[in-house]
């Protein structure tokens, strides 16, 4: 599957499109995006080039990637995936959590890859041919493979479609924080993940692992 941002009207080129945002503005915010991690929305509201009602504007809500484990749907925001690939063998570290499958080597940068079934408490499945791994850029821009059953589509979800996660809502044995939302896409119940505190909560066993083997 191509890059993302090749397939799908990303939020530069919809507040370019809307007359708020110039190219060179564009590439600029791309630019720190990649040094800092930092979410491509906020370093625009940060420089004053447009306001966050201009984002919720032209979003009118979010474009999330859908994907499975264990047959149960989820979703995460597509500003910092970078591109979704098919499974491959990832080579071991020794002493690393078992969440952590191995690392791969993407376009020259060793990544880690996490296997979100075993990270979020699901059944795990050994992979298929409909495996795949989202490369998504973190904080700091470490990259990051997290490793699913299958993709299913990249779609927006409206402000309409949106729901607090609370109480009974809750989907079971996953932190509060873990969590942005809850969402109906095409009649199927979606779990958003706030991929970035899932990540950060493993993050210093992570650096753990790649230090010993000498890739940190």
């Given at each position: 599957?191509?890059?993302?941002r090749?397939?799908f009207?990303n939020?530069g080129?919809l507040?370019?499109?809307k007359?708020?945002l110039t190219?060179s503005?564009?590439?600029?915010?791309l630019?720190e995006q990649?040094?800092?991690?930092e979410k491509?929305?906020?370093?625009l509201?940060?420089?004053g080039w447009?306001?966050?009602?201009d984002?919720?504007s032209?979003?009118?809500?979010m474009?999330?990637?859908?994907?499975?484990?264990?047959?149960?749907?989820?979703?995460v925001?597509?500003?910092?995936?970078?591109e979704?690939i098919?499974?491959?063998?990832?080579r071991a570290?020794?002493?690393?959590?078992l969440?952590l499958?191995?690392?791969i080597?993407y376009?020259?940068?060793v990544v880690?890859v996490?296997?979100m079934?075993?990270?979020?408490?699901?059944?795990?499945?050994?992979?298929d041919?409909?495996?795949?791994?989202?490369?998504y850029?973190?904080?700091?821009g470490?990259?990051w493979?997290?490793?699913?059953?299958?993709v299913s589509?990249?779609a927006?979800?409206?402000?309409?479609?949106l729901?607090?996660?609370r109480g009974?809502?809750?989907?079971?044995?996953l932190p509060?924080r873990?969590?942005?939302?809850l969402?109906?896409?095409?009649?199927r119940?979606l779990?958003?993940?706030?991929?970035?505190e899932v990540?950060?909560s493993?993050?210093a066993e992570?650096a753990g692992a790649?230090?010993?083997?000498?890739?940190?």
């Amino acid at each position: 599957m191509p890059p993302l941002r090749q397939q799908f009207r990303n939020l530069g080129a919809l507040l370019m499109e809307k007359g708020l945002l110039t190219q060179s503005q564009l590439d600029s915010a791309l630019d720190e995006q990649k040094r800092t991690g930092e979410k491509l929305g906020r370093i625009l509201v940060t420089r004053g080039w447009v306001r966050d009602k201009d984002i919720l504007s032209v979003l009118q809500g979010m474009m999330v990637v859908v994907f499975q484990l264990a047959g149960e749907d989820y979703g995460v925001e597509t500003l910092l995936v970078r591109e979704i690939i098919r499974h491959q063998p990832s080579r071991a570290l020794p002493g690393a959590p078992l969440w952590l499958e191995g690392v791969i080597d993407y376009r020259g940068q060793v990544v880690p890859v996490v296997n979100m079934a075993r990270r979020l408490g699901r059944e795990d499945a050994p992979p298929d041919a409909g495996s795949r791994i989202i490369i998504y850029e973190g904080a700091g821009g470490r990259g990051w493979g997290l490793q699913v059953d299958g993709v299913s589509a990249v779609a927006q979800v409206g402000r309409e479609q949106l729901e607090e996660v609370r109480g009974a809502l809750q989907p079971k044995g996953l932190p509060q924080r873990w969590l942005a939302g809850l969402a109906r896409v095409h009649d199927r119940s979606l779990v958003l993940l706030n991929i970035e505190e899932v990540l950060v909560s493993g993050a210093a066993e992570t650096a753990g692992a790649l230090a010993e083997e000498g890739l940190q």
